[in-house]
């Protein structure tokens, strides 16, 4: 299994980003262009399920909700990421969650979904 697509709204210097996940693929851009951020969505992803992980510590870690948001997201603030995983571009997994901070300034999950996506033979 592998990421065939992500999907990042308001995630650090990106407002919105969606892109097809191929086998092999190259970052490449000047420097703060965002390719580190990039690659951050998939760490913070994996940071989630680590074991004494959990979204608190994954947003903890990049120095809370405030620094992880787009400076741009103004009129909409909550961080959304959604994945799709599968093989042979063949989606079987979708993950998508959304981000936002309380009045407190910590970390909730505004919206969580799992999908399972069964494929039927043909």
Known sequence: MRFLSIYLENWRN???????LQQRMF??????????NFLDAFRFLRDLVNVGGGLEKAVADRGGVS?????????????VID???GENDEI??????????????????????SLEIRQTSP
């Open 14 to 20: 990106f407002t919105r980003v969606d892109v097809l």
């Open 27 to 36: 970052l490449v851009g000047p420097n703060a262009s965002g390719k580190s």
């Open 67 to 79: 620094r992880l948001r787009s400076l741009a997201a103004r009129r909409h603030p909550g961080i």
């Open 83 to 85: 994945v799709q995983i």
């Open 92 to 113: 079987s997994w979708r993950y998508r969650i959304g981000i936002v901070q309380d009045n407190n300034s910590r970390p909730f999950l505004k919206r969580r979904k």
